[in-house]
């Protein structure tokens, strides 16, 4: 087996899968792609519906937070992928890349190149949309973006109902403004997930130049005199790169390897008996995550997805989706919702909200035996900060994870007000047609301590864990703009921990992007294809 490669891309996820084949598009690169997961072959990972079982345990590494002490010491199911494709492959596939706004602010803390106009070409340039081709939208990329093709009657009530309470409708959120309830561009393709992996990768499996291996764990990265030079394998097989080693396993991943190398915060790895290789204390630090919360309401006939829990309504789903694409089976269950504000005086919207088409969709929600809708929503700019640290030296043991949830005040005050609009949301007249009652968080929730209390026990991550390496101009900062890793040669992460701040959405959009713009940054540094 090949020992030497060009590039060693670890992670196959949103990012690494881009960015393995966009580097092998030069014949003359050579790319190996380690992924620690499996492969996508299980029919979940492809039906848009099979969102439902991932987060409960389906393709993920099965960690957990340390207990929050800002919440009461809750514990959180974590999901983090483990799977060829990464979150792209197990999330619910809503296509939404953050505010313009966002990315101004990463140049304004002094990431050059990394504007809106500086990344808009690289979300155009993944994208095949079903629907706009525009200054804003891409056709012909790799990635389906697509509308949803079956949503129900209850969620054009739920617009209505926004609209009852000066909320308007938006067609395009990822276009002119944010602002708006909307039905969600999905990373779909004829009904079916377009993943990282499935859109870069499995159409270019057979390049001579391309080599991928999942269910290949890095032990390790392998550092000589200053220099990253490979990595070693859990088996203690040792794989040189002799060009740069990249770094794509996510926020979470990133900086649990790279402190598993003895790369970190030397007091800490010191202490775990881990030979310090590079003393950089930003490394696991600036951990942000949005913190989602959910009103349940029980509905008073069929008009959720709930009643395809039950056996021979699924059979029936099944043959609907393999006859007409359409159904419950083609639904990532989250495909309408929309961007608001909690802060009224926000430079631009700080909620967003994702209408669930059932109940008990993901692990540890509540479910309505006579079925349900669920609205969640999560306040998008929290100023908490939490960490990734390693429990122990030993690679098989989890990580300590610590979201640090609502550490900082306002993040708890406008959570809880996202939690009331939805509940305003889902009382208003064009919904009282579907609408039994209100579950949870139900009547007896009154006062905004009721709230904290109701939210220390149905809460949950909405998955968009990022910062961990931020990218900045400082000597502090783990990666420059250019993604290079401050102190070490030869290195580079690409992934969404190089955030500096989260962005105002879901966040696989965002790391594809980020995919692409490192693929043309190592390109341009190496010689080996276009500049950026």
Not at 342 to 357: C, I, K, T, V, Y
């Amino acid at each position: 087996m090949q020992k030497s490669y060009d590039f060693i891309v670890i992670g196959g996820g949103s990012a690494g899968s881009i960015v393995a084949a966009r580097l092998t598009e030069d014949p003359a690169v050579n790319v190996l792609l380690l992924e620690a997961g499996g492969r996508d072959r299980h029919p979940f990972y492809h039906l848009p519906a099979g969102f439902a079982k991932m987060t409960k345990g389906i393709g993920s590494w099965g960690w957990e937070t340390v207990p929050q002490r800002h919440m009461r010491e809750k514990v959180f199911r974590f999901t983090q992928a483990k799977v060829i494709g990464g979150g792209s492959a197990i999330n619910a596939q809503v296509y939404t890349r953050g505010n313009a706004l966002d990315y101004d602010e990463w140049r304004q803390m002094g990431c050059t190149g990394w504007s809106y106009a500086d990344v808009l070409p690289y979300f155009r340039k993944s994208e095949d949309n079903d629907t706009f081709e525009n200054e804003y939208h891409g056709k012909g990329g790799p990635v389906g973006v697509s509308r949803p093709s079956a949503p129900l009657p209850i969620c054009d009530a739920f617009f209505e109902a926004a609209g009852q309470l000066g909320i308007p409708r938006n067609h395009d959120i990822n276009g002119v403004k944010q602002d708006g309830v909307t039905f969600y561009q999905l990373t779909q393709r004829n009904a079916r997930r377009s993943s990282a992996a499935m859109a870069f990768l499995a159409p270019n499996s057979n390049r001579p130049n391309l080599t991928v291996r999942t269910e290949a764990q890095v032990r390790r990265l392998v550092v000589e005199k200053g220099r990253a030079t490979g990595v070693e394998m859990m088996d203690g097989e040792k794989i040189t790169a002799g060009q740069e080693v990249v770094l794509s396993s996510g926020a979470i991943g990133s900086p649990r390897l790279l402190q598993l190398s003895g790369i970190g915060p030397a007091e800490h790895l010191d202490g775990l008996g881990i030979d310090v290789v590079f003393d950089k204390a930003q490394i696991g630090e600036n951990l942000q995550d949005h913190l989602d919360l959910y009103c349940i309401c029980e509905l008073k006939g069929p008009y959720s997805y709930d009643r395809y829990a039950k056996p021979h309504w699924a059979a029936l789903a099944g043959l609907q989706y393999l006859l007409t694409r359409k159904g419950p089976v083609a639904s990532s269950l989250f495909e309408t919702g929309g961007f608001w504000y909690a802060d009224q005086d926000a430079r631009s919207p700080d909620l967003q909200m994702h209408l669930g088409l059932g109940t008990g969709i993901e692990h540890g929600v509540a479910a309505m035996a006579q079925g349900g809708v669920t609205l969640n929503s999560c306040y998008l700019r929290p100023r908490s900060r939490g960490t990734v640290r390693l429990q122990s030296a030993d690679p098989a043991s989890a990580p300590l994870i610590d979201p640090n949830y609502l550490s900082d005040p306002r993040d708890r005050e406008l959570s809880i007000e996202g939690v009331k609009l939805t509940q305003k949301i889902l009382s208003q007249d064009a919904l009282k047609p579907y609408i039994l009652a209100e579950r949870l968080p139900g009547p007896d929730v009154k006062t905004d301590d009721d709230y904290f209390d109701y939210i220390c026990q149905h809460s949950k991550t909405a998955h968009h864990a990022a910062g961990t390496c931020r990218m900045g101009p400082d000597d502090e900062a783990v990666v420059d703009e250019r993604l290079r890793f401050k102190g070490i040669e030869g290195l580079r992460i690409v992934d969404n921990s190089i955030m500096p701040r989260v962005v105002s959405s879901n966040t696989n959009a965002a790391a594809m992007m980020i995919g692409e713009k490192g693929a043309d940054l190592i390109r341009a540094d190496n010689g080996t294809g276009a500049s950026a």
